[in-house]
């Protein structure tokens, strides 16, 4: 049961160059969220989507784009990377958007020379 | 604003010292508290999930609590292999939850 998959799991990219960061969960689950984890701070909220067909930002969306491609996968694209956005990458997904737990993939390790 | 605040940042445990960390929390309208295990490398594996003051949760060494403004997971006889981040989030009122920055537990044989 592979549960929520990400990939690339690292990846290096030059100052504005793009790239799409992969995920897909076999959890039939309807929510799907992208965060962002940097040292010492919590994780923070990029994106998410509610269900399939719907996204939203979350607390820090600027320089990203989402897309909900089907029910299974949610994929975020950085247009034009910063080294601002060197970070390690988590996608998660939930049965439903309340009060349900919410499960991590491994994550993608960004750098942004 | 929502807030999460956790305590200590780092906490150094011999095997079988049994202690607590702290998740203090502000949230408009508590819908629940989760509390997450972080292993290095790894996502968040999900633990507890805690919804109104007074609730507990047990798994193995683990309990978590939870009050109108904190919680609490208590380690109780610690192995080396609990050794981890332990990460607490809170979700408000607009369904989004709010992530702590964590407390890593390292459990010395």
Known sequence: ?113 | EDQVTQSPEALRLQEGESSSLNCSYTVSGLRGLFWYRQDPGKGPEFLFTLYSAGEEKEKERLKATLTKKESFLHITAPKPEDSATYLCAVQARDYKLSFGAGTTVTVRA
């Not at chain 1, 910063?82 to 991590?104: G, L």
């Open chain 1, 1 to 113: 049961n592979a549960g929520v998959t990400q990939t690339p799991k690292f990846q290096v990219l030059k100052t504005g160059q793009s790239m799409t960061l992969q995920c897909a969960q076999d959890m039939n689950h309807n929510s799907m969220y992208w965060y962002r984890q940097d040292p010492g701070m919590g994780l923070r909220l990029i994106y998410y989507s509610a269900s399939e067909g719907t996204t939203d930002k979350g607390e820090v969306p600027n320089g990203y784009n989402v897309s909900r491609l089907n029910k299974r996968e949610f994929s975020l694209r950085l247009e034009s990377a910063a080294p601002s956005q060197t970070s390690v990458y988590f996608c998660a997904s939930s049965e439903a958007q309340a009060y349900q737990p919410q499960h991590f993939g491994d994550g993608t390790r960004l750098s942004i020379l």
